[in-house]
């Protein structure tokens, strides 16, 4: 697959057409920022991680019967997918209390939620991706009550495979951030899956295992994504 021009560069990765117009090449980087961009840095061998990360977890949705856009890997840090019009709608589920969770509604740090969690936020990175509900989605058009309900359906689904995988591996998944797209008229899961999307602690110990370790200057955020890795590839 040839890679075309960029069509786009976000904060932790490119996207590059093809000599289809159907596909895209996303290629994954080793730069992290936090806190809208005020805080930046890399973190090495961060792309590569993600990138293979990402692609066994979309292959194992895929199995699941969740549709994503991914296709293929074309080398440690480029991944093919389908092309998307991206719903400008962030997607959080949550499992256990952290971050702005804590900092917004007072609630006790590490607590286990009664029921996983779904928030919406505007992706907007100029208006910092403010919190949204389904008013603001429907008067805005961002989706149908039709296509939000499925969006629902799917954030739901990938939290009880994802929790069990990262379970058995003896990783709590805290909360995690989805992205969805459209192509061809489908609704697919788009984005990444990775440190740098969830929240991840290790079951016994509580040890951080995400990007928390670069935005509160934890220390050894490396070994942190390399130990998720580690697990998951075994």
Not at 4 to 9: A, I
Not at 38 to 57: P, Y
Not at 93 to 100: D, E, K, L, T
Not at 120 to 137: G, S, V
Request: hydrophobic share 40%; with cysteine; glycine share 6%.
């Amino acid at each position: 697959m040839k890679q075309g021009k960029l069509l786009y560069e976000g904060k932790a990765k490119q996207v590059f057409a093809t000599d289809d117009k159907n596909l895209v090449i996303q290629h994954f980087k080793d730069d992290a920022t936090a806190f809208d961009g005020k805080k930046r840095g890399k973190i090495v061998e961060k792309g590569v991680i993600n990138n293979q990360m990402s692609a066994h977890l979309f292959k194992l949705l895929e199995k699941k019967g969740i549709p994503t856009h991914f296709i293929k890997t074309l080398s440690e840090r480029d991944m093919l997918v389908k092309k998307l019009d991206i719903i400008p709608i962030e997607v959080v589920v949550r499992n256990i209390a952290a971050g702005s969770l804590v900092n917004k509604f007072g609630v006790k740090p590490g607590l286990k939620l009664k029921k996983p969690l779904l928030e919406f936020c505007l992706k907007n990175d100029a208006l910092h991706d403010p919190p949204i509900n389904q008013y603001h989605i429907f008067s805005f058009g961002l989706a149908s009550p039709a296509r939000l309900k499925l969006i629902e359906k799917y954030a739901l689904q990938i939290n009880r495979i994802l929790k069990a995988f990262f379970k058995k591996i003896n990783i709590d998944l805290v909360d995690f951030k989805l992205e969805f797209g459209v192509h061809k008229g489908k609704l697919l899961l788009g984005d990444e899956i990775s440190p740098d999307t969830c929240r991840l602690w290790d079951s016994k110990t509580g040890y951080i295992l995400d990007k928390d370790r670069f935005r509160k200057d934890l220390g050894n955020v490396e070994g942190a994504y390399q130990e998720v890795w580690k697990r998951i590839s075994k």
